[in-house]
């Protein structure tokens, strides 16, 4: 099938697909007149992908779970600790939210928000104390 046929199924973007290929995570054949002729296996790989990256998992980790998910020998610990890498860095990135959140909260707090030019949170992102 074609990459827009191929890109429907698996659910992403054709230029995304056009990537993956370009970077060697997928490798469809190529019809004589040198289009990509994605078959089922492709499409497959091209779901796990997508799911994979949906879960956070940057391009060199797809790549490693690819491998791991056609090595049939393959041990279940190493993806097991692949997906704890990716919970570790998901909470990292829990707690910078919380403290942007918790930082915002605070200039929000000490504006007014009435017809007053002074306006605290516009000073914190200048870098100036919101109590001056």
Partial sequence: M???QAAA?????VKTVRYYDEIGLVSPGRKPNGYRDYAGSEIARLRFLGRA????FSLDECRQLLSLYEDKSRASRDV????????????????ELQALKSSLAHLVQACH??????CPILDGLAGQSPDH
Wanted: aromatic residues 0%.
């Fill in 2 to 4: 074609n990459i827009q």
């Fill in 9 to 13: 199924q698996a659910g992403l973007p």
């Fill in 53 to 56: 990256r949906s879960l956070g």
């Fill in 80 to 95: 097991k600790a692949l997906a704890q890498d990716r919970i570790e860095a998901i909470e990292v990135k829990i707690r």
């Fill in 113 to 118: 928000g009435d017809d007053r030019p002074d």
